[in-house]
C-alpha cells in the first residue's frame, strides 16, 4: 500500500488550493480514506474521510464549508479542496487510509496507512 499526498505550497490568505492523495494497493470495498493535519507542536487534526467505495462522508465540525473532498477513481486519487485560505491553516496535511467505521475516522491511531505529508503555509 503507497499513499502520495502532493498540491501543498505557499498561499495568501483567502486562495484556494486543492490537495490529492494519490493510492495504491487499496481495496476499494474495505477502505476509506482521511485527510489531517498537523500544525507545529499540535496534535494531528480530522478534516474529512470518506469511503473509497463513494456513500459515506465525515467532515469535522470546523470544517465548515471550506474544505470539499473528492475522487477520482480512475485515477487512484482523492482530492481536497480548501477554499477560503487562513492564516491558522498553515500545517502539514496528510491523508491516510483506516478500515474502521465512519465512528472511529476522526481518531488517527485507526489508519492503517500514510501519506507523508504535505506543506501548506498561508500567508498573511
Known amino acids: 500500500v503507497q499513499l502520495q499526498a502532493s498540491g501543498g505550497g505557499l498561499v495568501q490568505a483567502g486562495g484556494s488550493l486543492t490537495l490529492s492523495c494519490a493510492h495504491s494497493?487499496?481495496?476499494?470495498?474495505?477502505?476509506?480514506l482521511g485527510w489531517f493535519r498537523q500544525a507545529p507542536g499540535k496534535d494531528r487534526e480530522f478534516i474529512v474521510g470518506?469511503?473509497?467505495?463513494?456513500?459515506?462522508?465525515r467532515y469535522a465540525d470546523f470544517v465548515k464549508g471550506r474544505f470539499t473532498i473528492s475522487r477520482d477513481n480512475a485515477k487512484n486519487t482523492m482530492y481536497l479542496q480548501i477554499n477560503s485560505l487562513k492564516p491558522e491553516d498553515t500545517a502539514v496535511y496528510y491523508c491516510g487510509a483506516t478500515r474502521s467505521n465512519t465512528g472511529s475516522w476522526t481518531n488517527p491511531a485507526v489508519y492503517l496507512h500514510w501519506g507523508q505529508g504535505t506543506l501548506v503555509t498561508v500567508s498573511s
Open positions: 494497493g487499496l481495496t476499494f470495498g474495505s477502505y476509506s
Open positions: 470518506r469511503r473509497l467505495s463513494g456513500g459515506s462522508t
